[in-house]
């Protein structure tokens, strides 16, 4: 395979080795189907084994309660940006989408197009650092259907933990921090997450929700974006893309495997540890995030001087660290950790960001 390289890619992401090993069998022929993975029928048995699989994988690595149900839906999760509005439009005007960031804005724009939004500030300068508000703080309208949040925002490499006691039912879109982060499902109304980052490829978003929030649709919702419709027709409305279920199967189980999500918590801890210490060692680096709130997902700096960054980068690509350009809209350096980001690929890369 020649030279061995590090992605810190924001998604799609790095796949664990194994379970890339697993795919290569696969696409050969899935089980004793005869088939490759990649031919497999939506309507096949195996298929509806492997939604099985998956859903009981997940509501058992998250304790999901029983009054919740998983769907599996086509597309990111900007598609998801729109159907969470729509599913709430039918019975509500309002909504709340707390600020912590660039994905959270746009969520908040995106569902303007069906219901009254009010921002809800979520972060604070303090001291020249920007910090997340604590969920005490938050000034939410009573009244609104429900509070959107991001707990982890990628470009700045914001995250907050936990929710505390909101009025309102509330939705978390979670597709940069799902299966990386502790969560108590029963304190959301619905949780999602494009699974291209910490959850498989892309083409496909989980859907974690509540029973007594579906069937809020507006008419004007497309069935492929109706929840109520995906619970029905247990996820299968059309084609949904099956190799990307599959390959959602398979982290869900390296995951199992590894010891479960407090496990990935932990590995997302030490890899993040090690690049803050290496920026925090180096006074040429910027990172403007209050330690509290710094992501242990996407570690994100930059520097005054623009030779620094662009050293920094060729050194990383030239020793097989890859994927470290700062998202467009900040420039600078971001490595994204996921799941299948090892533990020696962070510490390669905070030897280089030290000699920066």
């Keep these: 395979m020649g030279k061995i390289l590090h992605y810190f890619g924001a998604g799609p992401a790095a796949l664990p080795f194994e379970v890339k090993q697993r795919i290569q069998k696969d696409i050969i022929e899935y089980e004793d189907s005869k088939l490759s993975i990649l031919e497999l029928s939506h309507r096949s048995e195996y298929f509806s084994n492997i939604l099985d699989r998956s859903k009981t994988l997940l509501r058992e690595l998250y304790a999901i309660p029983d009054n919740y149900q998983i769907l599996f839906m086509a597309g990111g999760a900007t598609l998801q940006f729109d159907a969470v509005p729509l599913n709430f439009s039918g019975k509500a005007k309002y909504a709340s989408y707390l600020d912590t960031g660039f994905w959270s804005r746009k969520a908040g724009k995106l569902a303007k197009k069906y219901l009254d939004v009010k921002f809800v500030a979520g972060l604070i300068d303090h001291a020249n650092e920007i910090c997340c508000l604590s969920s005490s703080e938050w000034q939410v309208d009573a009244q609104s259907a429900y509070l959107h949040v991001t707990p982890n925002e990628t470009i700045n490499g914001v995250e907050f933990v936990g929710v505390g006691n909101v009025e309102v039912p509330v939705v978390a879109d979670l597709t940069s921090c799902m299966l990386m982060q ?22 496909l978003s989980v859907v974690i929700i509540r029973n007594d929030l579906l069937g809020g649709a507006s008419q004007i919702t497309p069935d492929l974006l109706r929840y109520d419709l995906h619970v029905e027709n247990n996820s299968i409305v059309n084609t949904i893309p099956v190799f990307a279920c599959y390959v959602a199967m398979l982290m869900l189980l390296w995951v199992k495997e590894q010891g479960g999500i407090s496990v990935m918590v932990e590995q997302a801890k030490l890899r993040s540890k090690l690049l803050y210490d290496a920026v925090d060692s180096n006074s040429k680096l910027i990172n403007n995030i209050c330690k509290k709130n710094r992501s242990t997902i996407n570690v994100a700096f930059t520097s005054n001087d623009q030779g620094v960054v662009t050293g920094l980068l060729d050194t990383a690509e030239k020793e097989g660290l890859i994927g470290l350009q700062g998202h467009r809209r900040a420039g600078g350096v971001r490595a994204s950790m996921y799941n299948g980001t090892s533990i020696d690929a962070a510490k390669k890369l905070a030897r280089l960001i030290r000699l920066a």
Excluded: C, M, P
Excluded at 186 to 203: D, E, H, N, R
């Design 182 to 203: 502790n969560i108590d499902v029963s304190k959301f109304g619905v949780l999602y997450a494009a699974t291209q980052k910490s959850l498989g490829i892309a083409g």
